[in-house]
Structures are given as C-alpha cells and as structure tokens.
C-alpha cells in the first residue's frame, strides 16, 4: 500500500511574485485519484505558510499572483518554482509526516484566522451525478412554488385534502394534487389517507409564524428565480432583459429583509466577535437590513450607540427587530439612499456587511468615499462580504454568488482583496487589511480613515 499520507514543506518567510497574493495549489494523485487543493497563507504575513504536497505525485503548482503555472513532481519542482518566481527560499525543511486529520485541524493555535488554510476535495464526476445536477432545479422548483403558495403554513394546523387547499389557494385542483404529492415524495409533507399535512419538523423551518423559520429565504430565492431564468441570455448579451429589472414589491422587500436575519442570525455572534470591533462609541450600519448586526454590535459593545442607515420601508423592519432586542433606545435611524445622499457624520466604527457585491467598483470607490466622510480621523470601516482568492473560484460560494450578481445587479460582484483594498485606498482609506478568511459571505476586511 502506497503511504498517502502528505508531507509537509514549511517554507520560512516565503515571498512571492507579488507580496500578499495567496498561492493555489492542485495535487492529482494518480494512486487514490484525489485532487486536493490547498491555499497558500499569504506570505506577507511573515508566517510560517504550510504547503501539502503528495510525494511522487504529478503537481501542478500555480501562483496565482502572477498566473505562472506549472506541472511537476513536488520536491524537483522546489527550486525550479523558486527561480521561476526569481525568489529566494531562505530555508525548507521537511517535517515528520502529519496525518490528514492533522493538516486539516482547524484550530491550531499557532494559526491566526486569517492564515488557515483551506483544504478542498474535488469532486470526480459521472454520468448519474452530472445529470443529477442538471435535473437539480426540479426538487428546488417544487419547493419554491410551495413556499409561494404558503402550502406549509396551510397545512400544518389540520391535515387537508388537496381539494380543500386548491379552493383556499385558488389554484387548479388537479396541479395541486401532483405538487401536493411530490412535496410528500420529498418527505416535506405527509399524506395519509388522501390528506395532506406538514410534519412538525417541517413546520418550524418552512412556516410563517415561526421565528426560525426559513420561509423568507426561500421566498428571496424564489424572487431571485426569475432573474437566474435569463442567465443564458445575460452570458450571450452581457445584459440583463428588461424584464429582469422588476422592482421588489412590499412583500419581496420584506421576505428579503427578513431572509437577511435567517441568514445572520446563527453565525451573528460568532461574527461580531470575529470582527473585534473594540470599544467604539458610534457605529454607523450602513444598509443594515433587519439590524441583525447592529444588535450584536450593541451587545458586544456595551459602551456604543447606533445609527441604523437603510431605505426608508426597511428602516421601519429594523426599528421592530431593534424593539425586540431590546436596545432601541441605543439607536438613531436615517433613512436614505447611499448611492445619492451623504452618511450622517460623527462616527467611529462603520460596517458595511453584506453590501459591497451588489455594487461595481466605481459604486464602491464613492461609498467607501461617503463612509470616510462619515468617520472621525482615525475611525474604522469592517467589510464582510465573500473576499474572492485572485483566481476567483474560492470561496466556492463567492463564485457562484458573482453569479447572483450578474443576473440581479448592473454591476455587482465578488471581489478580491486587492480590489477591495485599492477602492478603499482610492477612497482615502489607509491599513486595509484582510482579518479573516471565510466561506459563507463571512470574510472580513479592516480599514481606518487616517488621522490627518
Ligand atoms: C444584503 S442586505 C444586508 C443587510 C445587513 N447589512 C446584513 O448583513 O444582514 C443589503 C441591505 O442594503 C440596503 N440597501 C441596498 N441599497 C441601498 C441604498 N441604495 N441605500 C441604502 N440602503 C440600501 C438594503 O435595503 C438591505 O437592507
């Protein structure tokens, strides 16, 4: 039996092409047929940057900071990687062989958040799978037609033939009857005796008047549907149809607020905490949403105030939300556009989660413009958004988010940290740095206004 174990290259201060670009690197490994991909710490951290390889293994290694690729056998490739980079390795040395579980530990102490690297397994397709995915859509259908017929909710009181929904719902009796029973095909609904109810499991994630409940999510993705319909046509045109650019009625709107506080509110904590914000005294959320932040920023900073900035119908939503938390009377809002108004000045801590990729670029440069505005010398601006790898297929999910973007905004986007850190310093933003590393629209970067 071949070793598949991986051995380790520690490289000790290694530069690359260019300073802080992160490095890929793909393993096939001919004997169990794996490909591994791993992410290269960026070396401007000084670090330790810790580096799998898979001996006698075909590597390809590609620096992506430069788009140099080349494949090679791992340790023949060390010297030849290092002058086709014109860098010198001040020392390599090898390590006793760590296990997998090993290299993938995630909380290594000696490793800042930011420094963690990421290792993913490729998926080896096949015809089935292949087709599974191209046929994806039907099960996803099934569901989003569901929750916008608010089948759920309807059915978890009493247990109803599929007559008795038709009628309430207003639909054809015979359609119902086949979305009725596919629903229960997909264990989302039960049918005993030809009626149909929502078992319990189901009723706390998918009904309206649970708390925890996913509904608006999935009623944002339904909304969002129809804009991804076109996605052939935006790829052939390079523009959206006119009939994409429907405005969100009051009920989108407010599905997709709320469908901002589902997403949040598990990881909001944890994120808050990750951001350290320190201990500010006025914070500015800049299209807070439902506020689901600006609540956890309170908490975490007891000594702060806030101020709430959104469109006018979602300041309403965060007010609520704000009530409930119970930390209203830390609160101002102002209601605007950030496209057009300037940003209530006076602030030492701004946020701006979530909203940089529905923006282009130049959107962004004037944004970070108005927010810089809005602090006080020396105050700081936390992003999170998905911080796309200079190649932009990592984070997977930033990836295929851009092409969220694409099909719903004028020029949104994922970007990458070297984007995102010139549109800050062109905005006057200095000390722009990346804090951590996430794949679930949970990167962060850090700026500060400088003290002039
Ligand atoms: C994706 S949500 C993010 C909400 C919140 N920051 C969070 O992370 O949960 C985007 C927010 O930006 C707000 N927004 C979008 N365009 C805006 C604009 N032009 N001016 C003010 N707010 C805007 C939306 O209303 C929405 O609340």
Same mark, same amino acid.
């Given at each position: 039996m071949p070793d598949e174990r991986p051995s380790v290259l520690i490289f000790q201060d290694l530069r690359f092409c260019q300073e802080s670009a992160p490095l890929w690197s793909t393993q096939f490994s001919p004997t169990n047929g794996m490909e591994t991909t791993g992410y290269m710490p960026q070396a401007a951290s000084k670090r330790p940057a810790l580096f799998t390889v898979y001996e006698q293994d075909i590597c390809r290694?590609? /620096?992506?900071? /430069?788009?140099?690729?080349?494949?090679?056998?791992?340790?023949?490739?060390? %010297?030849?990687? /290092?002058?086709?980079?014109?860098?010198?390795?001040?020392?390599?040395?090898?390590? %006793?062989r760590p296990t997998n579980a090993d290299m993938l530990r995630p909380d290594r102490d000696d490793w800042k958040e930011s420094d963690r690297p990421m290792a993913i397994e490729r998926k080896r397709w096949d015809a089935l799978s292949i087709l599974n995915l191209a046929r994806g859509f039907q099960e996803s259908r099934i569901l989003l037609t569901a929750v916008e017929l608010d089948v759920f909710s309807r059915l978890s009181e009493k247990a109803k033939s599929a007559t008795d929904v038709a009628r309430q719902v207003r639909t054809n009796e015979r359609a119902m009857t086949k979305l009725l029973d596919a629903l229960t095909a997909m264990d989302l609904l039960t049918k005993r005796q030809g009626v149909y109810s929502t078992p319990a499991s189901v009723r706390a994630l998918l009904t309206s008047d649970s708390r925890q409940s996913v509904l608006p999510m999935a009623l944002h993705s339904a909304f969002v549907w129809r804009s991804w319909d076109h996605l052939t046509d935006v790829v052939r045109t390079g523009k959206r149809s006119s009939t994409q650019t429907r405005q969100r009625d009051k009920?989108?709107?407010?599905?997709? $607020?709320?469908?901002? #506080? *589902?997403?949040?509110? %598990? #990881?909001?904590?944890?994120? *808050?905490?990750?951001?350290?914000?320190?201990?500010?005294?006025? $914070?500015?959320?800049?299209?807070?949403?439902?506020?689901?932040y600006t609540i956890a920023l309170l908490n975490e900073c007891p000594g702060a105030r806030a101020t709430v900035f959104d469109l006018p119908p979602v300041i309403a939503i965060a007010r609520k939300e704000l009530r409930q938390a119970g930390v209203l009377s830390r609160v101002s809002f102002v209601a605007g556009d950030f496209y057009t108004d300037s940003l209530p000045e006076g602030h030492d801590l701004a946020l701006l989660s979530a909203i940089i990729h529905q923006n282009s670029r130049k959107e962004n440069v004037e944004l970070y413009r108005r927010i810089r505005d809005a602090l006080v010398p020396g105050g700081r601006l936390i992003i999170r958004d998905h911080v796309m790898d200079p190649a932009r297929i990592r984070p997977r999910a930033g990836a295929l988010f851009a092409i969220n973007m694409l099909v719903n905004t004028e020029g949104g986007d994922t970007y990458t940290f070297r984007e995102i850190r010139e549109d800050l310093e062109s905005a006057g933003f200095s000390t722009v740095r990346q804090t951590r590393k996430g794949e679930m629209m949970d990167s962060l970067v850090k700026a500060r206004k400088p003290k002039e």
């Amino acid at each position: 039996m071949p070793d598949e174990r991986p051995s380790v290259l520690i490289f000790q201060d290694l530069r690359f092409c260019q300073e802080s670009a992160p490095l890929w690197s793909t393993q096939f490994s001919p004997t169990n047929g794996m490909e591994t991909t791993g992410y290269m710490p960026q070396a401007a951290s000084k670090r330790p940057a810790l580096f799998t390889v898979y001996e006698q293994d075909i590597c390809r290694t590609n /620096c992506l900071g /430069c788009g140099h690729l080349q494949a090679l056998t791992v340790l023949e490739a060390l %010297p030849e990687f /290092c002058e086709s980079h014109d860098r010198r390795i001040d020392r390599a040395r090898r390590l %006793p062989r760590p296990t997998n579980a090993d290299m993938l530990r995630p909380d290594r102490d000696d490793w800042k958040e930011s420094d963690r690297p990421m290792a993913i397994e490729r998926k080896r397709w096949d015809a089935l799978s292949i087709l599974n995915l191209a046929r994806g859509f039907q099960e996803s259908r099934i569901l989003l037609t569901a929750v916008e017929l608010d089948v759920f909710s309807r059915l978890s009181e009493k247990a109803k033939s599929a007559t008795d929904v038709a009628r309430q719902v207003r639909t054809n009796e015979r359609a119902m009857t086949k979305l009725l029973d596919a629903l229960t095909a997909m264990d989302l609904l039960t049918k005993r005796q030809g009626v149909y109810s929502t078992p319990a499991s189901v009723r706390a994630l998918l009904t309206s008047d649970s708390r925890q409940s996913v509904l608006p999510m999935a009623l944002h993705s339904a909304f969002v549907w129809r804009s991804w319909d076109h996605l052939t046509d935006v790829v052939r045109t390079g523009k959206r149809s006119s009939t994409q650019t429907r405005q969100r009625d009051k009920k989108d709107l407010e599905s997709f $607020i709320h469908a901002m #506080r *589902v997403i949040a509110s %598990p #990881r909001v904590v944890a994120q *808050v905490k990750a951001m350290r914000p320190g201990k500010p005294k006025r $914070i500015l959320d800049v299209g807070a949403g439902p506020a689901t932040y600006t609540i956890a920023l309170l908490n975490e900073c007891p000594g702060a105030r806030a101020t709430v900035f959104d469109l006018p119908p979602v300041i309403a939503i965060a007010r609520k939300e704000l009530r409930q938390a119970g930390v209203l009377s830390r609160v101002s809002f102002v209601a605007g556009d950030f496209y057009t108004d300037s940003l209530p000045e006076g602030h030492d801590l701004a946020l701006l989660s979530a909203i940089i990729h529905q923006n282009s670029r130049k959107e962004n440069v004037e944004l970070y413009r108005r927010i810089r505005d809005a602090l006080v010398p020396g105050g700081r601006l936390i992003i999170r958004d998905h911080v796309m790898d200079p190649a932009r297929i990592r984070p997977r999910a930033g990836a295929l988010f851009a092409i969220n973007m694409l099909v719903n905004t004028e020029g949104g986007d994922t970007y990458t940290f070297r984007e995102i850190r010139e549109d800050l310093e062109s905005a006057g933003f200095s000390t722009v740095r990346q804090t951590r590393k996430g794949e679930m629209m949970d990167s962060l970067v850090k700026a500060r206004k400088p003290k002039e």
